[in-house]
């Protein structure tokens, strides 16, 4: 498996190319699984889907379903349709493109909005759901294993296999229940379109299928198999990007920090708040006292990278100012829940300022982060600047994968500003090699390891 991080990206004619531009960090969810479930309509394919995704219990570990990509109707198919007369269980009706295209921007690491389907309307929905950062997609539909390009992106090919009498009444149960047919509509679909379909469509998906499931979740040597395959898989990749992070501490000793990497200059003010923060005897109140003085200070030192631009503003006396605007919104971006320290600074510092989160934990047995949940502006896409704010960075592990979700999300490196209270000089290389582009404030750099004691102090627990 090629994860990507540490590997040459572009080969430079000059030597005197800095390895920052050539270094490519992949983070986990980049090399997607995909395992596809087909079988006919009411086989048990939506909960054996659930079932393995319950049984693993692990946040990137989605469903998708290909019900979201029912192609949209016009006036006279959405009039059949309300009659029970439009063939839904054709592959016609399917938009593979938009699906083939979804699962390729995943498998990239990409973010992606997902149609949502009424099956009450038969229509799309104008609103849209987003799927980003699965480490694992289970992919169910009946025709799951149709198009020959869905199937080349998969990991694992499930076919699942029911009684016919027993699909069709989970069919009328789930259709009657959820989508609000009647049993007659259901049982004129079921002659009309599902079972004629399923002997010319759905059946001859078994031969393309890795495993066959008759009898659904009641089948626990498939299961068993299928969720020991899941983890094996995240077992290769957790592997992989630990020893591909490993591999970017190369050089840190003997290279100067970038020249994007901005440490705070040691005045007597800065040196005597440091220095309280750190004295164990600092009392709560006045560690939570200084701590915000000198967020204040980080964050205002961020904000002299922001893309300003030239203003002239008339005071109420007559008089005319000549100052700087920031070009656009400036946004933050708080990774929890060292980040959180930072909120009272920025509040005093841009009362008005926008907020997203992110929550990277690392794993307690292996100390690999993983992304855990995600909040960011809706636009900030087209801000001119983003803080990202973090009251300690050790490894760069959080580092690295906190800025590959911006860009992810269509921040250009350019206009990331990373603002830490401590840094070691090893997450520091790690960061400004993958991303030299990127913006460092640091108030003081530290030995490369330490325990996160910032927001426990400020915090309290």
Known sequence: MNTGIGSPT????????????????????????IIGIAGSSGSGKSTLSQAIVSKL???????????????PLNAEASRKAFLNEYDFDSPEAIDFDALVD????????????????????????????????PHVLVLEGIFALYDPRVMDLMDMRIYCEADADTCLSRRILRDVKDRGRTVDGCIKQWFGFVKPNYEKYVVPQRNHADIIVPRGIENRVAMTMVTQYIERKLLEKSTHHRAALKSLEVGYETEPLSERAIILKETPQLKSMTTLIQDIDTSSEDFIFYFDR???????????NVHFKELTV??????????LTPKGEVSAVIILRGGATFEAGLRRVIPDCRT?????????????????????????????????????????GSALMAVQVLVDHGVPQDRIVFATFSAGRVGVHRLTKVFPEITVVIGNMVSDFQDRWVEKRYFRC
């Open 10 to 33: 572009i080969v430079a004619d000059n030597p005197a190319d800095t390895i920052a531009k050539r270094v490519h960090y992949s983070p986990p969810w980049a090399d997607l699984s």
């Open 57 to 71: 219990n692990l946040p990137w570990v989605v469903i998708l379903s290909m019900d979201s990509y029912y192609k």
């Open 102 to 133: 979804t699962l390729r921007d995943l498998k990239a690491g990409k973010r992606a909005e997902i149609p949502v389907y009424s099956f009450e309307k038969h229509q799309r929905m104008k609103e849209t759901t987003s799927i980003y950062s």
């Open 294 to 304: 000198l967020s204040c200070l980080l964050i205002e030192q961020a904000l002299n």
């Open 314 to 323: 008339e005071t109420p006396a007559g008089n005319k100012y000549c100052g």
């Open 356 to 396: 997203g989160r992110l929550l990277i934990q690392s794993n307690i047995r292996t100390g690999e982060p993983e992304l855990h949940y995600l909040k960011l502006p809706k636009d900030i896409n087209n801000h001119d600047s983003v803080l990202l704010l973090d009251a300690q960075m050790a490894s760069g």
